[in-house]
């Protein structure tokens, strides 16, 4: 009998334990509740489990650790590691109850809401039919309704709108990163991860608006206010983007009507012009009619709209900037953080100051003991952090000159390889020795630059990490500085030196000036230097941005590829979500960091050298429209969910970019005065031309000074004799027959005058409208301020009717319970009497 018993007992234990292992791998792969299938998963944390020397006191300090966080009131549900895929990951799961949730809440001052906002969304905007294929749907877009809040407190509960306690607050504070990029499936709630997978992190989606309420309550608001950033500073891009491809197309229409190309390219007047060798000996004499191709390129960038671009610019970033503010300020208002205070969080002890101080000292605000560490701890790793900086930038600036001597080395080799190669005496029209040195200078400039930067954000940050910073703000300011002064110079220095250096010290035939005393100083084209400033920001600014996508794109899909294939051992069904989460790559504490100075060096691009290049706001929008989806789908699929956190600003960063806006108002007036052609021409047009019909017509044949060969040292001209006695170089200087042969003559100083008087009217003239526009625009426009005081208004009113109310019951209460103590003690009397 005991046998035939056992035997059923036995099968349906076994039953059981198959049924129960099922629902458990069915619920575990798409659920996002505890075993219970009720508590939700607010985080979730992992740990491997490896047999070390060690082992013992790490269990034991996970033990206190978990014990700790069950004694501030968090509930924990552990997977073993047997359930895991590779068998030695242990899964702590941690749910918040509510009485944790509304402590914090009250604690961190967190604003919930009291009533539905009587203030209307604004419905119709302009152009509303042509804009309808860019917006979301509704509930996309908006997923909840607008509400007056208030600061959340345990003890007016009934004050604010909670239908569901479990849904009542946002995502963003409960942390939760159960979610996966895949839809949930019934009883599991509404999946955010998804909706904002399929409806923000899709390229076909590039042209939609991006749902920012969504990712500020999956995200937090410090994630969602650089997307909100990003999108602000596209949006403002396209108009610069329309006006520079305008001035660009103005530049195709007239580039074959443009006099100067004309003269360059006639045979009669550029064939017949001869010009001296552009470097010694190797290099022969040259006609001028040989760079016909390179003018009428030139003449794309440096035409008259050249100066309306470079004003307009300077006007856009104020706009930029000064819209940004109050873009900004609404965020505010629309997200509750009008009243937040950034102190708490961002003067934090970072653990890894709590950790390595081994001093106290009171806190004379607090009165309490904090870490300390003394100053002279901390003055060498500065002396360390200083010198290695400026370390790094000189070898930037070395590099540089690196490049500069190898465009100055190899021009030579080029040009007489061109020269000798009868098979490239086409090839000659199209790249020009000057053209193949640039290109290919610029290309190898490129590759050191990304060369130097890989290595110096893990130079960087480890400096700064041994400088021991007391808070998180600390970390990040430091950081800050070290990287974006190192990326201005890397980025930056070679579109310097060609804006204002080169070609502005060369000497003239006879007297070169040699770097080094070796190689002779580069010249610029008879068309000046513009173009070839033109090719070296293109070249930089989109590698840069190509790079820069790829390798955010490839580097994390192929790190959780390898991640997963290491790690799956199992079939897809066991493949739990907080294990998939787990696979992914971790956004980092300076994942964010990144992401703003990437688009900051972005924008320096586009205001410091734009008069060069007035397509380089187009480059930027097209890049900026992919850079927004690579970032939601890396984020929202490849990267772990980062713990939410409050901001109210995009920080250190707007001053830096305050800092370049005044900058580039100086860099463009510079760059059109000394690096374009268009000042020269202005005075030529309206003191030297002798012609009235064609008031240019002779320009190029002005701007051209003459030399005698035979004043050549014998160390620089050509060995081969030739039949004509005088070359020509670009510069003002007297003929060799002149008593003052080969100095500067009167137009120099004429045009040197007319450069720093355009220079000074320019950047009055956008200085001026900087200031007026700033001073006209608001910093917080009139509409929100009327809805921050319609809110206080409201909030102060439900606040005070709520408290009226509570008083009236509780008066209430008493008065009852005194009238029903009265009536017993009345019945006691009459009791008594009764019996007597």
């Known amino acids: 009998l005991l046998i035939v018993a056992s035997q059923p007992a036995n099968r349906y234990n076994l039953f059981l334990k198959r049924r129960l292992m099922f629902r458990k791998d069915k619920q575990s792969k798409d659920s996002i509740f505890f075993r219970d299938g009720i508590r939700q998963i607010d985080f979730v944390l992992s740990y491997v489990d490896e047999i070390k020397k060690d082992t013992d006191v790490k269990a034991e300090r996970r033990k206190e650790f978990e014990e700790n966080l069950r004694k501030t009131g968090l ?263 009008v009243d937040f205070e950034e102190e708490q969080q961002q003067h934090q002890l970072r653990p890894e100051f709590e950790a390595m101080c081994k001093h106290r000292k009171m806190n004379t605000v607090t009165k309490e003991m904090e870490p300390h560490m003394p100053l002279h701890r901390r003055i060498p790793w500065y002396f360390v952090s200083g010198a290695t900086v400026t370390l790094w930038m000189a070898l930037v600036v070395s590099c540089m000159v690196a490049v500069i001597i190898y465009r100055l080395s190899v021009f030579a080799t080029f040009a007489s390889f061109m020269e000798s190669e009868t098979s490239l005496k086409h090839v000659k029209s199209i790249l020009t020795p000057q053209i193949t040195t640039a290109l290919t200078g610029s290309c190898l400039n490129f590759i050191i630059i990304l060369f130097l930067n890989f290595f110096y954000e893990k130079l960087s940050a480890w400096i700064t990490k041994m400088e021991i910073p007391r808070t998180y703000q600390e970390y990040e300011s430091s950081l800050t500085l070290k990287m974006f002064l190192f990326q201005f110079v890397n980025f930056y220095s070679s579109c310097f030196y060609v804006a204002f250096f080169k070609g502005k010290f060369v000497g003239y035939p006879g007297k070169y000036t040699y770097l080094l005393n070796v190689w002779r100083s580069e010249e610029c084209d008879p068309g000046g230097c513009l173009i070839e400033l033109t090719t070296q920001l293109t070249i930089i600014m989109t590698g840069k941005q190509i790079f820069g996508n790829v390798k955010e794109a490839i580097y994390p899909l192929v790190l959780n590829w390898w991640r997963r294939r290491k790690a799956r051992t199992n079939s897809e069904k066991l493949y739990s979500r907080w294990e998939q989460d787990h696979d992914l790559e971790t956004f980092g504490s300076l994942g964010l960091f990144y992401e703003y100075l990437e688009t900051v060096i972005q924008f320096g691009f586009v205001t410091l050298f734009v008069a060069s290049f ?174 921050i005081k319609r809110e206080k208004l409201m909030t102060v009113k439900i606040l005070h009717d709520f408290e009226l109310n509570q008083l009236k019951e509780n008066l209430k209460t008493d008065s009852n319970e005194f009238v029903k103590e009265v009536m017993i003690q009345e019945n006691k009397v009459q009791l008594a009497k009764s019996t007597i």
């Open 75 to 337: 509930e924990l549900e552990i997977e073993d590691k047997t359930n895991s895929e590779d068998g030695k990951t242990y899964f702590v799961k941690i749910h918040a109850p509510w009485e944790v949730l509304a402590t914090y809440a009250e604690v961190l001052g967190i604003k919930m809401p009291i009533k539905e906002s009587d203030i209307p969304r604004p419905e119709t905007i302009p152009f509303s039919c042509i804009l309808g294929p860019l917006k979301l749907p509704r509930n996309v877009k908006h997923p909840h309704p607008e509400y007056f809040t208030a600061q959340f407190t345990r003890h007016r509960q009934e004050l604010f709108l909670i239908d569901d306690k479990s849904s009542f607050f946002p995502s963003s504070s409960r942390n939760r990163i159960g979610q996966y990029w895949k839809p949930s499936e019934p009883p599991n709630p509404v999946n955010e991860r998804y909706t904002l997978c399929q409806n923000w992190a899709r390229f076909s989606y590039f042209y939609k608006e991006q749902p920012l309420d969504l990712i500020r309550n999956y995200y937090g608001e410090k994630i969602g206010i650089y997307f909100v950033f990003l999108g602000f500073y596209t949006e403002m891009l396209s108009f610069a983007a329309v006006v520079g491809l305008a001035c660009f197309i103005y530049g195709l229409l007239s580039m074959h009507g443009n006099s100067s190309s004309t003269e360059i390219c006639d045979p009669d007047i550029g064939g017949q012009i001869i010009m001296c060798p552009l470097c010694d000996q190797v290099c022969d004499y040259w006609r001028l009619n040989s760079t016909c191709l390179a003018s009428k390129v030139s003449h794309l960038f440096d035409n008259e709209s050249t100066v309306f671009f470079a004003i307009f610019m300077g006007i856009w970033v104020t706009l930029f900037l000064e819209f940004w503010k109050q873009r900004q300020a609404r965020l505010e208002y629309e997200w509750d953080l």
């Open 614 to 787: 007035p397509l380089a706001p187009l480059l930027a929008l097209f890049n900026n429209v992919i850079e927004i989806r690579v970032d939601a789908w890396k984020l929202t699929t490849q990267y772990r969910r980062p713990v939410a956190a409050k901001a109210h600003s995009i920080g250190v960063w707007q001053d830096i970019l305050y800092g370049m806006a005044v900058l580039s108002v100086a860099t463009n007036a510079f760059i059109v005065a000394f690096t374009s052609d268009i000042v020269p021409r202005l005075v030529y047009y309206y003191a030297y031309s002798t012609n009235a019909v064609k008031p240019l017509k002779g320009y190029v044949n002005n701007s051209l000074s003459i030399f005698l060969i035979a004043d050549f040292p014998n160390h620089t001209a050509p060995s081969e004799k030739r039949d004509f006695t005088t070359c020509r170089y670009r510069d003002y200087r007297y003929p060799p027959d002149h008593d003052h042969k080969y100095f500067h003559n009167m137009q120099f100083w004429h045009v040197l005058a007319a450069k720093m008087t355009f220079i000074i009217v320019m950047e009055h003239i956008v200085f001026l409208v900087k200031f007026l526009l700033a001073w006209m625009i608001p910093d917080v426009s009139k509409d929100v301020l009327e809805r």
